[in-house]
């Protein structure tokens, strides 16, 4: 599937589509199904340029202009489109299997698919469901039933029996859940989280060796890279990334009819074969153990996921805007006046760490959306209504995902930071910082209490003046020349580990050798 398709090259598509069908078999292929189907998710992008259709998405409008990219699938009047797709592939799957006869199955072109798609809209479906008030008629009070009503209107009346054929209304909706979120990820989201991912890795390797000095309760601990540092968050990144996937690849569709045994299928004839051959077409999995919903678990992974890889991402915005801080001034405002804000009152204010803080916040928001899958793990027996309006809402989590991409790809964009200043932090606290080297060697060499002792005698000689531990051990020495368990412990230190006491920036551990390894840690694109 792909969106980077113009309206002259789509014309010039589907015209090849016809003519393979035309030459091919008498009966349509899943591979020509599929086609037929890349072709439909192609044409959304064009129904989008519609400026009479309604294209609002879940998000707050503000928002929502920066992400164009989800319209042509979130929109509002696309909702019915992902409706008529999965309503459109069952007769195809029947067709392909055998069940629909071929006179009937030669009306199933592309042509008439997107006619379909052109004319039916979530706006028209609603009209039909609730009815018209300035035109005073009723609704017929079902969604689906007025979806199918609405279609009708645009299909030859040899397609009319097959339409919903033995369908019950979830089978519709849930799959259609299933293939819109697929290609939402894949299309949109996977794609946002590469470009991301290679923003990233480059910051990785521009602060590969630069001195940064690391901390434990917002305290110092000791020195470490600024490489190492990014290349963490996003080794976390990256691994829950590919669970996303694997989350979203997993999500499957169902057509198993009113209760999920297939009773009516089974009783006209239709077999097993034609719900896995329309989850073949959409490349979606078979849901197991389905009633008249899909199994509420694979969503409610999928958006566990989603708040898991918003992890790393929120950590990392939150210690950039720590140290962006004048205070500690390790993090370089961001000076672009068409990204960045000062202050109403405080004019003395450089730039405001708004890229970060707007990640946090889209985060927020992520979270409190996943929750709604939680909430909605239960059903009575093999259905009930109480989570149809919730479950219209779980997309509203992808938006504001593709959000928090963007807020962080921002951010690292313009990410710098000051390597002057931190430096200035690991010279400053680096010497005392080496405590947890000596202590170890101490102990090695079966001095009793190195831990206490280096606290209260040594680093309080550091705290006190002196530049590093190797000196405080011998104004220790000088003060104690009685002390001969320290002073053979000391003599049993290593030359590199002398050297390191007196050059902190030098414990670097494998701090550049792992933050380069994590540079070629890139994503990789989603196998079509």
């Not at 004019?347 to 707007?358: F, L, M, Q, S, V």
């Not at 309080?460 to 011998?474: I, M, S, T, W």
Request: net charge positive.
């Amino acid at each position: 599937m792909t969106i980077n398709i113009g309206l002259d090259e789509l014309v010039i598509w589907l015209w090849l589509i016809e003519k393979k069908l035309e030459k091919g078999s008498k009966r349509m292929t899943i591979k020509q199904a599929r086609e037929m189907l890349a072709a439909a998710i192609a044409y959304l992008a064009v129904l989008a340029e519609d400026p009479r259709r309604v294209l609002v998405m879940h998000m707050d409008h503000r928002y929502e202009e920066q992400q164009p990219e989800l319209v042509p699938y979130l929109g509002y009047d696309q909702w019915a489109a992902w409706l008529v797709i999965v309503e459109w592939f069952w007769m195809v799957a029947l067709a392909i299997i055998g069940v629909m006869p071929e006179k009937d199955a030669r009306l199933l072109t592309t042509e008439r698919l997107l006619y379909v798609l052109k004319h039916v809209t979530t706006t028209k479906q609603d009209r039909l469901e609730y009815g018209d008030k300035k035109k005073g008629t009723k609704g017929m009070g079902h969604d689906i039933l007025a979806l199918l009503a609405l279609m009708r209107r645009y299909l030859p009346k040899g397609l009319w029996k097959w339409l919903h054929y033995t369908a019950t209304s979830y089978d519709t909706i849930s799959t259609a859940y299933a293939l819109q979120l697929r290609v939402v990820f894949s299309l949109v989201l996977w794609p946002k989280m590469m470009a991301l991912d290679e923003t990233w890795r480059a910051k990785i390797n521009e602060y590969l060796t630069t001195r940064q000095m690391f901390r434990t309760h917002l305290q110092p601990a000791i020195p470490g890279t600024v490489g190492f540092y990014l290349a963490c968050a996003h080794r976390q990144f990256t691994d829950c990334a590919l669970e996303l996937q694997r989350a979203a690849l997993a999500m499957p569709g169902k057509f198993c009819g009113f209760v999920g045994t297939a009773a009516s299928q089974r009783a006209v004839g239709i077999p097993k074969k034609a719900e896995r051959t329309l989850m073949s077409i959409l490349d979606l999995p078979v849901a197991k153990g389905s009633t008249q919903i899909a199994p509420i678990h694979h969503t409610v992974h999928f958006y566990s996921d989603l708040v898991a890889i918003g992890g790393p991402m929120m950590s990392l915005c939150e210690d950039l805007r720590i140290l962006h801080m004048p205070e500690l001034g390790e993090v370089v405002p961001s000076k672009e006046v068409d990204v960045t804000s000062t202050s109403s009152a405080g004019a003395a204010k450089e730039a405001n760490p708004i890229r970060a803080e707007n990640a946090i916040g889209a985060d927020t928001i992520v979270l409190s959306c996943a929750l709604r899958p939680w909430l909605t793990r239960g059903s009575n027996f093999q259905r009930d209504l109480r989570w149809s309006s919730v479950m219209r809402t779980f997309i509203e989590a992808l938006e504001y995902f593709a959000q928090e991409l963007y807020s962080v790809k921002r951010q690292m964009s313009v990410l710098a930071f000051n390597e002057e200043r931190c430096l200035h932090w690991v010279q400053t606290f680096g010497p005392a910082s080496l405590a947890e080297l000596l202590h170890n060697a101490l102990q090695r060499e079966g001095f009793a209490g190195a831990h206490t002792f280096v606290k209260k005698e040594l680093i309080a000689r550091v705290k006190a003046g002196a530049p590093n531990l190797c000196v405080a051990a011998e104004l220790y020495l000088q003060a104690n020349e009685t002390d001969q368990k320290f002073r053979r412990a000391w003599k049993g230190l290593t030359r590199r580990e002398l050297h390191l006491l007196k050059h902190p920036t030098h414990y670097m551990g494998d701090a550049i050798k792992d933050a380069r390894r994590e540079t070629t840690n890139g994503l990789k694109p989603i196998a079509a």
